[in-house]
């Protein structure tokens, strides 16, 4: 399992950064509980299965509950074809995410609600800086980064792709860890690399997308979101929406346990983003009440919970129509993102 | 296009604190349901509605509200009367059909149930209190996977069951007042038509059960519900000539290793009590290294639990009504009291009819409430150290109904798994169900089982066996029946050669003399004396049954390969014994053609039962499962078999080898009028059979079954003798809920395959466990 390695890992702290002595003396001192760590997948699967059915918000709690949605979105335009003017769009709709009427009829037009943040390709982030100055807000830019979505180019060029994107105005940049280091047991090469991504970063969040789908098991997912809060990600993000299996309840619910675990432990609360395949309104709300049940409320604003999806923005702003107007809306009655 | 039409006042307001609000299930339909009975229930039967004058009625409340949502008739003996008559009616037609058209009519009802789900959903849900997702999500579903199951059974059943026929009647329910959802089933079941009378429905107390069993032509009674009402029903249903079935209590138990995942274990704990799933309450093991870490998440996770009105789509655990509630207070202030510390969290709405997520610990050992069963919604939670003792505790209960195990490593998983004596074991999990997969318990939790195999084997009988005959006699004293030993005195001299036994009662192994120093003489068959046994009384049962018990590990540790051989060697043995065993079954008067067919018979029986027993357990596959579920063939534990008087030494081997064939031990009581055959046969028993495996005992035949009737540590007992001795087997049978076997005075043709060989002593000689083993990784 790899987890002998791992303790050395950790417990060599003198070459960690001394910001991150601090989390490790706290988890130094006891670390018997990470090689105790079992998760039953059967078992995770039920409870996935069940919290989705446990708990559902009717009427103006799921009008309010999807208006929080949007707040929590990192609205995502990773396409190979993206431009200038699809990423102006995106940032127009991340600031106007929700009709004005719309807004006026709930009485939540002064609450500024935008989305969390836009997430682009690192060669994007200009046009998306510059599209947002010009729009007047201060929404930050997400940039992927690190060989977006494999991971599997030369370390130095995946750092230097990061404090590129800094450079260019990135405030959030979202990595993607090397999944053979995990599959194949390195924990302390990953645990390097992360902390190097985390020096590129500068003041920029970090964002650590562990591609869930290709870490082979729940064991692995709740070791590796361990080895990357310890190496200091702000958040720990599902998958990178290009793998075949993306953000399921699973795999959140495993790394939920690991954010509560490590805020256990050591008192800093990490940040989490499911992202891929979240599609539907309803989707969104199932998503913000597992946060709820497995960390509660004190996750559930924009610096410790984001939804990465494109799509999820236009279906929650249809929902939002009908509980307003009572009818179902066309797909020319809502502007396109 | 002006868009405000519609406004939400509070939706700035839940934006910030994002709070889960009101989800309500319409519950419009259930009212409607009941409105066209005009808010008042009666009976179903016979596929009519039936509303006599002139009755009690009760009212039927909503748990949470306390608004009245209708009256319910309460039945009375006449009432009881006509639905078993409709349910004999109905059964003439009934048995007669094909499978495959029964097979047919079930399928049917499944998918009328499937019609209106939503009406039995809500309903339920509304006069219960519980969650509507647990009732929409597991029972209804359940309940058509169940019917799908038995049609597939029925279709069966010409090949698979042949040599076992139907018990007879059809099904009359007798369900406490005020629960309208099993009137709306029968009712489904009865407007479809082709057979109305097979589900008769009547609504009123418990007291009607006996009136309900002695109806003519009744022949099972399967009873759910408390342990004290099951043991009164077992005592006042003696002598009655029933099949009677019990699954009571509904304490689970939950044992959490250091190997567990133990926040997926949390949950298991949950999925147990607190979700509106099971009836009872959980007893909790820890393992004492994870004791602190385990009690954080828990309490940490129940903080998040949501009680509410049950048909809110958004709570885990609806209210149960005031008698629940109230059981679960008292219970509460009585472990304050004893000393132990009491845990409350979640959302829980102030009014009364609530009871909030419990969790009980520091509760002695030794304190009262530690050997109560737990209620609902109480977790009770207490710390082991080692594996070994965590059976021994789990163990140490008079329960036996359903038991998880949670611990990531598969060789300790399977160990407790295999050492728990419960009914269900889930690995990993709790509370999983399945048609296929038997459900049912051991010890006081009630010997009954439903779904899968056993489930079926629970309404059928072998062909051929005779029609009930009421043979209850009012006038048998429970007190008395079998209480003193008539004295022996010496009974004139001994004829003939003396017997070659040695002299006493083989107890553990060896022949000892009895604890009274008394003997009974054995008469031949021209009234001549045989010989002297020894009278065993009270003593000498307690001593045979602690030697039981004492050998039962090792036996039940032997593989059935070695079991079998161990058979073998007997029936080998008594192979080279047949001319003196011959020659004493000629003395008591058989022919000697018979006698010795009767020892080749017994020779055959112990090698055949040796085979059988190597072919036991096997997998079932369920849907929906990844993983295979056990259904394991368990030793019942220390049986108590008295023997017939009949068939001297064909029945003593006849019962003897099914027996030790499924690794239970024995205490035996050979034929009152010819012993010395049995006794015969120990001699070979002491050589080749590990001490206290077999125990004869002989003596005054009622009071040694009135002794092994009211041993609380006999796990079994199978009585053929007489019909006071089967009565009194059958009352006495309450004190621990031990499965019993009674012949009620009707002889049973040993020499026959059918009878003195058939599957039916397989299935009496061990109970069923059904091992649930999830996988994934």
């Known amino acids: 399992m790899g ?45 996935a299965q069940q919290v989705q059915a446990r708990r559902t918000v009717k009427k103006e709690w799921q009008a309010a509950w999807l208006l929080k949605a949007v707040t929590f979105i990192d609205l995502t335009t990773l396409s190979g074809d993206d431009t200038s003017s699809n990423v102006q769009r ?36 200009c046009d998306a800086v510059r599209a947002l100055k010009a729009a007047g807000c201060n929404i930050p830019v997400a940039s992927v980064a690190t060989g977006f979505p494999a991971g599997q180019t030369h370390l130095k060029t995946r750092l230097e792709e990061i404090r590129l994107a800094v450079e260019d105005g990135a405030s959030e940049i979202d990595v993607v860890i090397n999944r053979s280091l995990v599959l194949t047991g390195q924990w302390e090469a990953l645990y390097d690399e992360i902390r190097q991504f985390r020096k590129a970063c500068g003041e920029a969040h970090l964002k650590t997308i562990l591609a869930t789908g290709e870490l082979g098991s729940l064991t692995n997912v709740y070791k590796a979101s361990m080895i990357a809060m310890m190496a200091g990600s702000d958040f720990i993000k599902t998958s990178t929406g290009k793998e075949t299996v993306n953000a399921t309840f699973p795999v959140a619910i495993v790394m939920l346990r690991a954010i509560r675990d490590f805020f256990w432990k050591t008192g800093n609360k990490i940040g989490f983003k499911p992202a891929g395949g979240i599609r539907s309104a309803k989707d969104a709300l199932a998503w913000l009440s597992l946060i709820k049940e497995e960390l509660g409320d004190e996750w559930l604003k924009p610096e410790l919970f984001r939804i990465g999806a494109s799509t999820l923005l236009s279906d929650i702003e249809r929902q939002i129509y009908h509980h307003v107007t009572g009818r179902y809306a066309a797909y020319h009655d809502l502007p396109m993102s | 296009m002006a868009a405000a039409t519609r406004t939400a006042p509070r939706a700035r307001e839940i934006f910030t604190t994002l709070e889960y609000g009101p989800a309500p299930e319409s519950h419009a339909c259930a009212l409607a349901w009941l409105d066209t009975q005009d808010r008042h229930l009666g009976h179903y039967v016979n596929g009519k509605w039936l509303k006599p004058e002139h009755r009690n009625s009760v009212p039927c409340q909503d748990p949470i509200t306390g608004e009245n949502l209708a009256s319910c008739l309460q039945a009375q003996a006449e009432d009881v009367a006509a639905a078993v008559e409709a349910a004999r009616t109905a059964l003439e037609n009934w048995s007669t059909l094909p499978g495959a058209r029964r097979a047919q009519h079930l399928t049917r009802l499944a998918k009328m149930i499937q019609k209106h789900q939503r009406l039995l959903w809500t309903l339920e849900s509304l006069v219960t209190g519980r969650a509507v997702r647990e009732v929409r999500d597991r029972d209804v579903p359940l309940a058509q996977q169940l019917l799908q199951y038995h049609a597939v059974q029925a279709h069966t059943q010409e090949e698979a069951l042949a040599g076992w026929e139907p018990m007879g009647c059809t099904v009359v329910v007798l369900v406490p007042p005020a629960s309208p959802a099993p009137l709306l089933l029968a009712q489904l079941a009865g407007e479809l038509g082709s057979f109305p009378g097979i589900l008769n429905v009547i609504s009123g107390p418990t007291s009607l059960g006996p009136v309900l069993a002695s109806q003519p032509g009744v022949q099972k009674v399967a009873f759910c519900g408390a342990v004290e009402e099951g043991r009164a029903l077992r005592r006042t249903l003696a002598g009655q000539g029933l099949e009677l079935s019990l699954a009571l209590g509904a304490e689970s138990l939950l044992l959490l290793t250091e190997a567990a995942d133990v926040d997926s274990a949390v949950e298991g704990v949950v999925d147990a009590t607190w979700s509106d799933r099971s ?3 959980l007893r909790l093991l820890i393992q004492e290294s994870v004791w602190d870490e385990t009690m954080t998440r828990l309490q940490a996770r129940m903080g998040r639990l949501r009680v509410g009105r049950g048909l809110d789509g958004a709570v885990d655990m609806g209210a149960r009504g005031a008698a629940a509630r109230d059981l679960a207070q008292r219970y509460v202030r009585e472990a304050q009291s004893q000393g132990a510390q009491v845990f409350q969290a979640g959302d829980v709405p102030s009014d009364s009819p609530f009871y909030p997520p419990t969790l009980i610990s520091d509760l002695p050992p030794a304190s009262p409430c530690a050997q109560t069963e737990v209620p609902w919604p109480l977790v009770v939670a207490s710390p082991f150290r080692t594996a070994k003792e965590a059976l021994a505790v789990a163990n140490g209960t008079p329960r036996g109904g359903s038991a998880s195990v949670w611990s990531e490593r598969l060789g300790q998983a399977l160990e407790l798994g295999y050492g ?37 084997y629970e309404y059928l009988q072998p062909s051929g066996t005779p029609a009930r005959q009421p043979s209850l006699s009012e006038n048998l004293n429970y007190d008395t029946f079998g209480l003193a030993v008539p004295s ?15 002299y006493g009662l083989f107890v553990g192994g ?120 056990l259904r394991l063939r368990e030793p019942l534990g220390v049986l108590a078999i008295v023997c ?28 009152g009028t010819c012993p010395i055959p049995a006794l015969e046969v120990c001699q070979d028993v002491a050589t080749l059979l590990p001490a206290g495996l077999v125990n004869v005992v002989t003596g005054d035949r009622d009071h040694l079954t009135r002794c092994m009737a009211l041993h609380q540590d006999v796990q079994a007992l199978w009585y053929f003798g007489s019909v006071q001795g089967s009565q009194f087997v059958e009352w006495a049978s309450a004190g621990n809920l031990k499965p019993v076997w009674v012949n009620r005075g009707l002889p049973r043709a040993w020499d026959q395959d059918a009878e003195g060989a058939g599957p039916e002593l397989g299935l009496r000689a061990a109970q069923t466990k059904a091992l649930w083993l999830p996988m994934g990784d």
């Open chain 2, 510 to 629: 060896r022949f000892q003399a009895p604890g009274a120093r008394s003997s009974r003489p054995i008469q031949d068959s021209h009234g001549n004396l045989h010989g002297y046994v020894a009278e065993g009384g009270a003593k000498d049962i307690r001593g045979a049954v602690e030697a039981a018990h004492q050998a039962a590990p090792g036996w039940v540790g032997q593989s059935p390969g070695a079991r079998a051989a161990l058979l073998g060697a007997l029936a080998a043995a008594l192979e080279r014994r047949e001319s003196a065993l011959a020659a004493r079954l000629e003395r008591h008067g058989v022919e000697l053609k018979v006698a010795k067919a009767e020892v080749e018979l017994s020779v055959r029986r112990l090698r055949a039962w040796g085979a059988r027993a190597q072919a036991q357990g096997h997998t079932l596959q369920v849907a929906e499962l990844r993983g295979p579920v």
């Open chain 2, 420 to 456: 728990l004596r419960m009914g269900i074991v889930w690995i990993n999990a709790h509370g999983l169900r399945d048609p296929a997969v038997p459900t049912g318990g051991c010890k006081e939790s009630g010997s009954s089982w439903h779904g899968g195999p056993d489930g079926l």
């Open chain 1, 90 to 125: 995106l940032c127009y709709k991340a600031k106007y995410p929700i009709r004005e009427d719309l807004l006026k009829a709930l009485n939540m037009h002064d609450k500024d609600i935008t989305t969390a943040a836009v997430c682009v390709y690192p060669a994007r982030v």
């Open chain 1, 3 to 47: 987890v002998p390695i791992f303790i050395t890992a950790v417990t060599n702290c003198c070459w960690i950064g001394a910001d991150n002595c601090v989390i490790l003396g706290i988890l130094g001192t006891d670390l018997s509980w990470i090689s105790k760590v079992q998760v039953n997948h059967p078992a995770v699967l039920r409870r």
């Open chain 2, 644 to 671: 017939p008087d009949e068939w001297p030494l064909l029945a003593f081997v006849s019962l003897l080898a099914p027996a030790l064939a499924h690794g239970n031990t024995v205490v035996l009581v050979p034929s």
């Open chain 2, 488 to 502: 022996t005195l010496p009974a004139g001299p001994e004829t003939g050669p003396s017997p070659a036994p040695p």
């Open chain 2, 279 to 281: 009836q009872g309450g």
